[in-house]
Structures are given as structure tokens and as C-alpha cells.
């Protein structure tokens, strides 16, 4: 997603890039590892853990920060060292595969399937109840913080192929010609907005637990019910930009 440079220039395209980018940020927080994971921590039985659940936010704001730092310093190498390779015919016919494939991919994300599967499990804790007791030091013996970091990296990585608002933001920075600790800082308060619903939830889940609690378990529900098809959706958007992208560099319009 890019920006003109005089828009980027201006004092209103900056605000304006600003409005997008907490966009961006909102529409990231309602992922499977930004808020479902935390939701389902916060409802875990008894007190609130509250420094797991902010380790678990800390941790996956800083994955993402590493990522988008990352994407960020290699983009401008990989353009200027591989730019003709990334416009050669072969790539670009890749890119079309790869983005069908995407779309392909997505309609095998069947809400209504995954609803089935859980009414199956009849509500049984079974194996993720293990694994939030152990990441939430309710188990006997699991004081360590690690099963919990390993949560949150594992839903990072689970969730890197659909960062579509992310990558877009990251596009957007790009385009602007900031300082790179600029660019930084502001992909570091991204991550913090991103994090920003859920920290809400735990700090109102702490004052009115009897008020936020019916919240909670709704939105489980629904997050729960709605994950695989969410996730669909955003393959199937990924799978379209790449394919149309695709098309149009190799002058197929």
C-alpha cells in the first residue's frame, strides 16, 4: 500500500497515514493471537494471572516488532540487489500460483465445520486446558514462564502468513521516506495499539470482573466460533491482491 510522496510530505498526509495505521492496528488486535489467546487466558478459572497475560502481550508485541523491523531493513536491500529478479516473468507467474493458491486455500477454513468439531468435544478441557493451566502457572511444579513465551511465539508464527494489515502498515511506512528511528518508533506504537483491546479486557476483567466476565465469554464464543472462517477471509484477500498484483505487473489487463 503505498502513498504519494507530496501526500506523505504534508503535515495532513502524515495524520492521515496516522488514521490508517491505528486502523491497521485495530483490525490486527481482533487476530486469533492478540485477542482470542488472551480472552482465554483471562478466562481461565480463579484469580487473574495478570503478569502472565501482560508477558503473553509483551511477547507477541515484540514478535511482531521484530518481524516488522525486520521486513522493514530487508525490503530496501531486496529491492535494490533483486528488483529486475522480482519483475522477471518466472517470479511474477509464481506470485499468480501462489495467490490462487491462497484463495483456494481459504474455503478450506469452514466455520460451521470447526462448530461441529467443538460441539463434538462437548466442552471437555482436554489438551488446551492443560496447556493454558501450564502456561498460566496453574499446574503444579510450572512456575516457568517459558511454556507461556512459547504460546505467544507459536500464535505469531501460526498467524505470519495472514499479517495483511501489518504488511500493510509496514507498506505504508515504507513509502513515507522517515527516518528508520522514526519508522521504528512508530511500528513500535502499532504493536502497542495492536496489544490495546486486550489490555483493556484484563485491566476491566481486574475492577468489574462480574460485569466484563459475561463479555468475555461471549466473545470467546463468537472468536471461537468465527476463528476459521475469519482466517478464510484472509487468505482468500491475501490470495486476490497477490493474484491481481500478479496479473497486472505481467501486463494481463
Same mark, same amino acid.
Given at each position: 500500500?503505498?502513498?504519494?510522496?507530496?501526500?506523505?510530505?504534508?503535515?495532513?498526509?502524515?495524520?492521515?497515514?496516522?488514521?490508517?495505521l491505528v486502523?491497521?492496528?485495530?483490525?490486527?488486535?481482533?487476530?486469533?493471537?492478540?485477542?482470542?489467546?488472551?480472552?482465554?487466558?483471562?478466562?481461565?478459572?480463579?484469580?487473574?494471572?495478570?503478569?502472565?497475560?501482560?508477558?503473553?502481550?509483551?511477547?507477541?508485541?515484540?514478535?511482531?516488532?521484530?518481524?516488522?523491523?525486520?521486513?522493514?531493513?530487508?525490503?530496501?536491500?531486496?529491492? @535494490?540487489?533483486?528488483? %529486475?529478479?522480482?519483475? !522477471?516473468?518466472?517470479?511474477? #507467474?509464481?506470485? /499468480?500460483? &501462489? +495467490?490462487?493458491?491462497? $484463495?483456494?486455500?481459504?474455503?478450506?477454513?469452514?466455520?460451521?465445520?470447526?462448530?461441529?468439531?467443538?460441539?463434538?468435544?462437548g466442552g471437555?478441557?482436554?489438551?488446551?486446558?492443560?496447556?493454558?493451566?501450564? @502456561?498460566?502457572?496453574? %499446574?503444579?511444579?510450572? !512456575?516457568?514462564?517459558?511454556? #507461556?513465551?512459547? /504460546?505467544? &511465539? +507459536?500464535?505469531?508464527? $501460526?498467524?505470519?502468513?495472514?499479517?495483511?494489515?501489518?504488511?500493510?502498515?509496514?507498506?505504508?511506512?515504507?513509502?513515507?521516506?522517515?527516518?528508520?528511528?522514526?519508522?521504528?518508533?512508530?511500528?513500535?506504537?502499532?504493536?502497542?495499539?495492536?496489544v490495546l483491546?486486550?489490555?483493556?479486557?484484563?485491566?476491566?476483567? /481486574?475492577?468489574?470482573?462480574?460485569?466484563?466476565?459475561?463479555?468475555?465469554?461471549?466473545?470467546?464464543?463468537?472468536?471461537?466460533?468465527?476463528?476459521?472462517?475469519?482466517?478464510?477471509?484472509?487468505?482468500?484477500?491475501?490470495?486476490?491482491?497477490?493474484?491481481?498484483?500478479?496479473?497486472?505487473?505481467?501486463?494481463?489487463?
Open positions: 500500500m503505498d502513498l504519494p510522496v507530496d501526500l506523505v510530505g504534508t503535515e495532513g498526509g502524515l495524520v492521515a497515514m496516522a488514521g490508517v486502523v491497521l492496528a485495530l483490525v490486527d488486535s481482533t487476530s486469533f493471537g492478540t485477542l482470542l489467546v488472551p480472552v482465554w487466558l483471562l478466562l481461565a478459572p480463579g484469580r487473574v494471572r495478570s503478569g502472565r497475560v501482560l508477558a503473553y502481550l509483551g511477547t507477541v508485541a515484540v514478535a511482531y516488532l521484530l518481524i516488522g523491523v525486520a521486513v522493514l531493513l530487508g525490503a530496501g536491500v531486496v529491492l @535494490a540487489r533483486f528488483g %529486475d529478479v522480482l519483475e !522477471s516473468r518466472p517470479v511474477l #507467474l509464481a506470485q /499468480l500460483v &501462489l +495467490g490462487v493458491g491462497l $484463495l483456494a486455500l481459504s474455503f478450506r477454513f469452514d466455520g460451521k465445520r470447526s462448530a461441529r468439531r467443538a460441539e463434538a468435544a471437555r478441557p482436554g489438551r488446551l486446558a492443560r496447556w493454558r493451566g501450564r @502456561a498460566l502457572g496453574l %499446574d503444579p511444579g510450572s !512456575s516457568s514462564v517459558l511454556p #507461556l513465551m512459547g /504460546l505467544a &511465539l +507459536g500464535a505469531v508464527t $501460526l498467524e505470519a502468513a495472514t499479517m495483511l494489515p501489518y504488511l500493510a502498515a509496514i507498506g505504508l511506512l515504507t513509502a513515507s521516506d522517515l527516518a528508520t528511528p522514526v519508522t521504528v518508533g512508530i511500528l513500535a506504537l502499532y504493536c502497542v495499539v495492536m483491546p486486550a489490555l483493556l479486557l484484563l485491566g476491566g476483567r /481486574l475492577v468489574a470482573a462480574r460485569w466484563i466476565d459475561p463479555l468475555l465469554h461471549r466473545l470467546e464464543r463468537w472468536l471461537s466460533k468465527n476463528a476459521a472462517e475469519m482466517t478464510g477471509w484472509v487468505l482468500g484477500v491475501v490470495g486476490v491482491l497477490l493474484a491481481l498484483d500478479a496479473v497486472g505487473r505481467l501486463g494481463w489487463t
